[in-house]
Each structure stands twice: as C-alpha cells, then as structure tokens.
C-alpha cells in the first residue's frame, strides 16, 4: 500500500496554468503506474493522464492533451501534472491514484490507492 498526499490546486483564471503534485509514502514509490483523475460536481470521476513505472510511458484523456502533462521523480517520491490553457471545464477535485500494473489503466476500479484530491477551479 502506499500513500498518496496531493497538492498544488487553487483558483486560476481561463488561460492559466497550475502544477499539481503527489507526494507518495509507504511502498517504493517508482514501482507504481501512477494516474490522475478528476471529478467535477455532479459528474463521475474520470481518468486524466497517466504514467507506467515499467516504461515511462504516458497517457491522456482526449479533452486534456497537448494541455497537460504528466511527470515524475521517483527520487523524490512525487508524481506531478503541469496543467496549461486552463479551461472552465477543468474544474475538479483532482485525485492522483496508484497502480502495480505495467500499463496504464484509465479506470479508476483499477487503482487500489488514492490521494484526498486537491481542488481546482478555473475561473471565466
């Protein structure tokens, strides 16, 4: 089990950019696929971006890439995600997730360890 500790989120204009991060405690942080999702209100909570421990390998949501990007620092314990252009539609309580599979699952039942997320709210 590891845990995972989000922060990084605030109230950001149409057009900003934020940097979230998630420090992780317990297990060995760099064997772990590592995710972000989301979760508007009123909505499910949906995959964001991810990164495999095997082979650094990425992923995104449609409604995010060329945006967004996911990183991290296996020395330092933390994943981030540098989120650009910001839009109102990206307001959510953003959750990072872990996972010991190879590759990148985009379903939240898949991931067996969360953060407390962290919100983000972009204002027009």
């Known amino acids: 089990q590891v845990q995972l500790v989000e922060s990084g989120g605030g109230l950001v204009q149409v057009g900003g950019s934020l940097r979230l991060s998630c420090v992780a405690s317990?297990?060995?942080?760099?064997?772990?696929?590592m995710g972000w999702f989301r979760q508007a209100p009123g909505k499910e909570r949906e995959f964001v971006a991810g990164i495999s421990w095997f082979s650094g390998s990425t992923a995104y949501a449609e409604s995010v890439k060329g945006r967004f990007t996911i990183s991290r620092d296996n020395a330092k314990n933390t994943l981030y995600l540098q989120m650009n252009s910001l839009k109102p539609e990206d307001t959510a309580v953003y959750y990072c997730?872990?996972?010991?599979?190879?590759?990148?699952?985009?379903?939240?039942?898949?991931?067996?360890?969360w953060g407390q997320g962290t919100q983000v709210t972009v204002s027009s």
């Open positions: 997730a872990a996972d010991v599979s190879i590759r990148i699952p985009t379903t939240e039942s898949r991931y067996n360890d």
């Open positions: 317990g297990r060995t942080f760099s064997s772990y696929t």
